[in-house]
């Protein structure tokens, strides 16, 4: 994906969505360049945010993936999630 500014932090996914009549986008799963598709279980929360870490904008999802709580933001056209940097 070198189209995209390199920032280490941001992890881009290419995502399957619904589009809702009403203009809103509802992620559904998402997956790496090379990694396995991981199906999101329940969005929790939805706003507009930038990325803390990633210098993003757009809209940040609060996605349940396994019992593990993630952010996903879209920053359109682009999807990522943001990498753990804790030590």
């Given at each position: ?7 280490p932090?941001?992890?881009?996914v290419?995502?399957?969505?619904d589009?809702?009549?009403n ?29 803390l ?14 019992d ?20």
């Amino acid at each position: 994906m070198s189209c995209h500014r390199e920032n280490p932090a941001k992890i881009y996914v290419m995502v399957r969505a619904d589009h809702l009549l009403n203009g809103r986008v509802r992620p559904l799963m998402f997956r790496t360049e090379d990694g396995p598709v991981c199906r999101i279980d329940r969005v929790t929360d939805e706003r507009e945010a930038p990325a803390l870490k990633a210098g993003g904008q757009g809209i940040r999802y609060t996605c349940l993936v396994e019992d593990r709580q993630i952010m996903l933001f879209h920053d359109d056209p682009y999807w990522f999630i943001e990498a753990d940097t804790r030590v």
